[in-house]
């Protein structure tokens, strides 16, 4: 009947709390009873202050949705001291302060909770005085507080279940500012840059949550220093290390969404880690491979084994030998025993005698093989008890660290190993780069450097070589990377896959890929259209178009790896920094795109070609001197390189981007870093290095340098020759038109242009 009496006069308190002047200077209060609890909740922008005139026994008050409250007083709460255990202040725009003292001496005090509050920027002395051995939650959220409030006036022995300063405006987290014991502290979506040394110091957590501060970019090598911790989370951060002194205890770690973190601490250091969630795959390769990832604790960390290891043998092998010579003495007691009662045997006594053997009869043991047999097997049986043996036996013991169970785990793109996946691959690759640097370098200087007129064969020549120069580059520097990083990669891996380097090796093999094989493809339509169009001299590209073309085939190739830059798949996807990343639509269409694009520029090539062949005529391609088999190997050799460069690579490309990977990335790599470059390699060497006009040019050239000038002389007077010496296939070609007319059109070219030649006349390439 009491508590039915103090319920509804609870109610009609709460009925007849209005103050009749305006609507805005009106408040009302609400009590809701639950057994022994009784919660007011208090709104209204009536409320200038905390009501002195509510009911004294409530258990729980909510201020809340009033402007008027700007102060809260140090005695604001004395009315309810004896049974107040919540208190909330919610949606107060216009609180600024909150006096030292105001929950002090509140012996029940439990929660302290104020939300939405902006104006609040310092709350000093906000627990001073608090006493209650209960008070398990303070949460201040979505507040302009600047500072964490002043912790250490908490009771020593008081452990919180929960602090929550999540939404606040706090900007640095300073020497011992959280000093506290309790089961979970959140620090979310602050405006925290620093997290100074001993920031921790003298805590106890249990998890600490401290994430969606972008702005958090340095946390001192010393900032946990100081602090139990089970559980951290620092996911969403922008921190670029993480520090590991004071993380001993530290069971779970999660840095999930954080991209800018380089490295992580070893598990020599994270003694106690259990399970980590991070951001990149490589970073868990760390945990597998300890000793790659940290090899100097490594060493320190099996010496310190192998020491303990000693230490407890040697502790064994005394204690063994105490034990022995106790039974010793033991055996020697009751050796003394039996022969008295032995002789009283002999000499005529009722006691029968003893059975089995004397002691001194049987052969005693050596004390190495007891011990030998006691502790185990030796790579070889010692004739003593030495350091020796115990460091042999220590030697064999297997240092296993324990397991963490890390995610993302390493994945088809980014598995746990080096750039260059095999040993053999990362030999031969090197092979590859001197091939196509060397020889497209060469190329591009003799080009530009030798007095013959530039003409539209040897403009697109050039850029073809330039293009295959730029896939020497860049398998140059992934050779290099994989040199420096060889064991340990995954220690370089955010350095080198989201650092310029990768972003450069990408930008350059994509670009390179693209212009490589459209040149190609304009090569070829130029040879074809010459020969199509062999008779009329007027139909032929000019140097101006070739010119427009190679613009067009530029601006498309630096388009083409400009997407991955801007998210349209990304180079940062895989250690050789090609876009395979498939997230969006956008990436497979992009992907899509470039597979249609070289399958058709490839198409395009092998039918030019064969076009080419077939004007030849039957009697050529099927003639028996090696001069007439010339053209048609050369046709079938630059075939076959396009072929074994490009095909592979779009076959399980297009399976992996349709679900179907039939290779990992592991073996991958043998076709997009060996087999791919190779048209690099032989482009220069198919195109020019190996024709005739090439050796002319290079001749001239470094003649002027005083060398080979006898070379360079018989190569000049061979160009003051007006035609060149009818072929002995001309009978034959004649028999086929169309090369008929080509062969005709060559001879009266090199009449009227002495100087015209190309790298690609009859004595080399059709």
Request: charged share 20%; net charge positive; aromatic share 12%.
């Amino acid at each position: 009947m009491i508590r039915f009496a103090i319920f509804f006069a609870s109610l009609s308190l709460a009925s007849l709390v209005f103050i009749e002047k305006s609507d805005d200077n009106l408040y009302k209060c609400g009590v809701y009873s639950h057994k022994n609890d009784f919660e007011v909740h208090c709104r209204g922008n009536g409320l200038t202050e905390i009501p002195w005139n509510l009911n004294e026994t409530l258990n729980k008050l909510i201020i809340s949705e009033t402007k008027n409250i700007l102060t809260i007083k140090s005695k604001a709460f004395d009315p309810y001291k004896k049974r107040l255990e919540d208190v909330i202040l919610s949606d107060l725009p216009n609180l600024r302060v909150i006096e030292e003292g105001a929950f002090a001496n509140i012996s029940n005090l439990r929660t302290i909770y104020i939300y939405n509050a902006p104006q609040i920027k310092f709350i000093y002395g906000l627990l001073k005085g608090v006493t209650s051995k209960h008070f398990r939650s303070l949460r201040i959220v979505n507040t302009g507080l600047h500072e964490v409030p002043q912790l250490f006036f908490l009771p020593k022995n008081n452990t919180l279940f929960l602090l929550d300063l999540d939404h606040n405006k706090i900007e640095k987290l300073y020497t011992n500012s959280v000093r506290v014991s309790a089961q979970q502290v959140t620090l979310n979506f602050n405006d925290i840059t620093v997290i100074e040394d001993y920031a921790f110091n003298g805590s106890e957590i249990g998890k600490l949550d401290i994430t969606a501060n972008a702005k958090l970019t340095r946390i001192s090598e010393y900032a946990f220093k100081g602090l139990h911790l089970l559980e951290l989370d620092l996911s969403k951060t922008s921190i670029k290390t993480l520090p590991y002194i004071g993380l001993e205890s530290l069971e779970v770690l999660k840095i999930r969404d954080t991209p800018l973190l380089h490295t992580i601490p070893s598990l020599y250091d994270l003694q106690s880690l259990k399970v980590a969630k991070l951001t990149h795959p490589f970073h868990c390769c760390a945990f597998k491979y300890p000793k790659q990832h940290a090899p100097t604790k490594h060493a320190a960390y099996e010496e310190n084994m192998r020491q303990l290891c000693l230490k407890s043998q040697k502790t064994f092998i005394n204690d063994f030998k105490k034990r022995k010579r106790d039974l010793d003495s033991l055996a020697e007691y009751r050796l003394q025993f039996d022969f008295e009662n032995f002789h009283k045997t002999t000499t005529g006594t009722t006691q029968k005698p003893l059975t089995g053997k004397f002691i001194e009869n049987q052969q005693p043991k050596d004390d190495d093989e007891e011990i030998y047999e006691d502790i185990g097997t030796f790579h070889s049986r010692p004739t003593q008890i030495n350091h020796t043996s115990i460091e042999i036996f220590c030697g064999n013991i297997n240092f296993k660290l324990h397991n963490v169970q890390c995610t993302p785990k390493p994945n088809a793109l980014n598995p746990c190993e080096d750039i260059m996946g095999f040993t053999w691959l990362r030999n031969s690759v090197w092979f590859v780069v001197i091939l196509a640097v060397v020889g497209n370098v060469a190329v591009v200087i003799v080009i530009w450097f030798s007095d013959t007129e530039i003409n539209v064969s040897r403009f697109l020549i050039c850029n073809l070589a330039f293009a295959d120069l730029c896939m020497g580059l860049y398998l140059l520097l992934i050779a290099t990377m994989d040199y420096r990083s060889v064991g340990t990669y995954f220690n370089f891996a955010y350095d080198w896959q989201y650092g310029i380097g990768c972003q450069i090796s990408g930008f350059l093999t994509v670009f390179a890929g693209h212009l490589s094989i459209f040149t190609l493809t304009v090569v070829t339509l130029e040879r074809w259209f010459a020969i199509k169009y062999a008779i009329n001299l007027t139909k032929r590209i000019r140097l101006m178009t070739a010119s427009r073309i190679m613009l067009g085939g530029w601006i498309y190739s630096i388009i083409m790896a400009t997407f991955p830059l801007f998210g349209i798949s990304n180079y940062s996807s895989t250690s050789i920094c090609l876009p395979m990343e498939v997230e969006s639509v956008f990436d497979k269409t992009y992907l899509y795109s470039i597979f249609a694009i070289n399958g058709f520029s490839l198409a395009l090539i092998v039918f030019c070609y064969a076009q080419i062949y077939f004007s030849l005529g039957y009697e050529t391609r099927r003639a028996a001197q090696k001069g007439e088999m010339t053209i048609a190997k050369k046709f079938a050799l630059l075939i076959f390189i396009d072929f074994a460069t490009y095909t592979p690579v779009a076959f399980f490309g297009l399976c992996a981007l349709l679900g179907y990977p039939l290779i990992n990335i592991t073996n991958s790599k043998i076709l997009l870093v060996f087999f791919y470059p190779l048209n690099a390699c032989a482009d220069p060497y198919l195109y020019a290095l190996l024709t005739s006009q090439y050796r002319r040019d290079f001749y001239m050239i470094i003649s002027k340098c005083g060398l080979c000038k006898k070379r360079a002389l018989e190569y000049s007077q061979q160009e003051d020759i007006p035609m060149a010496k009818p072929s002995p296939l001309l009978p034959k070609l004649k028999k086929s038109p169309l090369a008929r007319e080509c062969y005709n059109n060559n001879s009266e070219g090199q009449q009227q242009r002495p100087n015209g030649n190309n790298y690609t006349d009859s004595r080399s390439l059709p």
